[in-house]
T-cell receptor, first 112, second 108 residues
Framework: SQTIHQWPATLVQPVGSPLSLECTVE??????LYWYRQAAGRGLQLLFY??????ISSEVPQNLSASRPQDRQFILSSKKLLLSDSGFYLC???????????FGSGTQLSVL | EDQVTQSPEALRLQEGESSSLNCSYT??????LFWYRQDPGKGPEFLFT???AGEEKEKERLKATLTKKESFLHITAPKPEDSATYLC?????????FGTGTRLKVLA
């Protein structure tokens, strides 16, 4: 069966520090991968998606970047965090674009 | 502009009190409508996919229906463990659009 792992679960970082969140999927090959951010009282905002290794599409211009160094690995990064980067970050995967999403457990990021 | 609106924002029910959650959408070329359940501090969990008007899906106390403009998530005789945020989403081209969710609280 397929599983998705996302870590860390919580993270507290000072403003201006770097960020690296990692997500891996097991039990499937060539998944579509996504990074979402969820702010309190707001819907999930798609940040990046990837349909293959090295293929990254950005939905919102921002302080973040994403990379897919391996088929089932998706990384969200920042060189210098801003206060506005605080939020709940979710990694997800799907078999096909436009199909149901399977989400990781999320990372609660607090930038202080 | 594609849009998904959920109502109500919050709903409190007594155990056993049936109700419905609404998801209204405006999407060009709808390819699928999805319902997810999200518990506090966790990622959303997939519930249903609906593809065409008139389609219905059921799972335990939940039933999802779809028309050309909206979807309903009917909850029959809910239990406290049904308390969660229910998210609706649509897929159009290469992305999903999520609603802001309905926070459901079922009281024992």
């Amino acid at each position: 069966s397929q599983t998705i792992h996302q870590w860390p679960a919580t993270l507290v970082q000072p403003v201006g520090s770097p960020l690296s969140l990692e997500c891996t999927v097991e039990g499937t090959s060539n998944p579509n991968l996504y990074w979402y951010r969820q702010a309190a009282g707001r819907g999930l905002q798609l940040l990046f998606y990837s349909v293959g290794i090295g293929q990254i599409s950005s939905e919102v211009p921002q302080n973040l970047s994403a990379s897919r160094p391996q088929d089932r690995q998706f990384i969200l990064s920042s060189k210098k965090l801003l206060l506005s980067d605080s939020g709940f970050y979710l990694c997800a995967w799907s078999v096909q674009i436009n199909e149901k999403l399977f989400f990781g457990s999320g990372t609660q990021l607090s930038v202080l | 502009e594609d849009q998904v609106t959920q109502s109500p924002e919050a709903l409190r029910l007594q155990e056993g009190e049936s109700s419905s959650l609404n998801c209204s959408y405006t999407v060009s070329g709808l390819r699928g409508l999805f319902w997810y359940r999200q518990d506090p501090g966790k990622g959303p969990e997939f519930l249903f996919t609906l593809y065409s008007a008139g389609e219905e899906k059921e799972k335990e106390r939940l039933k999802a229906t779809l028309t050309k403009k909206e979807s309903f998530l009917h909850i029959t005789a809910p239990k406290p463990e049904d308390s969660a945020t229910y998210l609706c989403a649509t897929s159009g081209t290469y992305k999903y659009i999520f609603g802001t969710g309905t926070r459901l609280k079922v009281l024992a």
